[in-house]
């Protein structure tokens, strides 16, 4: 009986040793409190908005506005809390100036940050970014980089910080929507209404 007893403890122990190490685990440092809002969009037309302390994601479609529920992953709520850390956008400006006129439609985007205490809000427009150089564009496709990249290391080059800042949250905003696109819910919503 005794042998039984010990021999089924045994057994109990291994197994959950073994589905431990089969899960996947986060070493999480994301503060418990850690959320934000991701607004971004048209101006003059509708927005996409994710919510990641409701767990919503609302997308300006063909159909008008559709919210549904979207809840990220504890891994990818980390990489997204790792991005801002390294980015430090405590010391970000809450907007960014205009460096240009008359593009219309504008994009527009907006990011609340709450966690540990604290909130952060950062807004702007695409006409805060200098005009787009097609030869940067030709230039990217040759040496494998990506514009962001490209336009990251003009702007350190011209000492400009505010630009290298624009640029580097335009990074964090096309991680983030690169990490949404792949949910099945996103995938389910309806196509995105054009403007252009």
Same mark, same amino acid.
């Given at each position: 009986?005794?042998?039984?007893?010990?021999? =089924?403890?045994?057994?109990?122990?291994?197994?959950?040793?073994?589905?431990?190490?089969?899960?996947?685990?986060?070493?999480?440092?994301?503060?418990?409190?850690?959320?934000?809002?991701?607004?971004?969009?048209?101006?003059?037309?509708?927005?996409?908005?994710?919510?990641?302390?409701?767990? =919503?994601?609302?997308?300006?479609?063909?159909?008008?506005?559709?919210? =549904?529920? +979207?809840?990220?992953?504890?891994?990818?709520?980390?990489?997204?809390?790792?991005?801002?850390? #390294? +980015?430090?956008?405590?010391?970000?400006?809450?907007?960014?100036?205009?460096?240009?006129?008359?593009? #219309?439609?504008?994009? #527009?985007?907006?990011?609340?940050?709450?966690?540990?205490?604290?909130?952060?809000?950062?807004?702007? =427009?695409?006409?805060?970014?200098?005009? %787009?150089?097609?030869?940067? %564009?030709?230039?990217?496709?040759?040496?494998?980089?990506?514009?962001?990249?490209?336009?990251?290391?003009?702007?350190?080059?011209?000492?400009?910080?505010?630009?290298?800042?624009?640029?580097?949250?335009?990074?964090?905003?096309?991680? %983030?929507?690169?990490?949404?696109?792949?949910?099945?819910?996103?995938?389910?919503?309806?196509?995105?209404?054009?403007?252009?």
């Amino acid at each position: 009986m005794r042998k039984m007893l010990a021999f =089924t403890i045994i057994i109990s122990v291994v197994a959950l040793a073994l589905i431990g190490c089969n899960q996947e685990t986060v070493n999480s440092n994301v503060p418990k409190n850690f959320s934000f809002v991701l607004e971004y969009g048209v101006k003059g037309g509708g927005s996409n908005v994710l919510n990641t302390s409701e767990g =919503t994601f609302e997308k300006d479609t063909v159909d008008g506005q559709i919210k =549904t529920k +979207l809840v990220l992953k504890e891994e990818d709520m980390q990489k997204i809390y790792d991005k801002i850390k #390294e +980015l430090d956008l405590e010391e970000y400006p809450m907007g960014f100036k205009r460096r240009r006129s008359g593009i #219309e439609p504008s994009g #527009e985007w907006s990011l609340n940050i709450q966690y540990s205490g604290k909130e952060k809000y950062i807004a702007w =427009t695409s006409n805060a970014f200098p005009p %787009i150089d097609i030869e940067s %564009i030709e230039e990217v496709k040759k040496l494998d980089k990506t514009l962001a990249e490209m336009n990251i290391e003009k702007a350190q080059a011209s000492g400009d910080e505010k630009l290298v800042k624009l640029y580097r949250i335009q990074e964090l905003v096309h991680m %983030i929507t690169d990490i949404i696109s792949g949910y099945d819910e996103y995938k389910e919503l309806p196509e995105s209404r054009r403007y252009l």
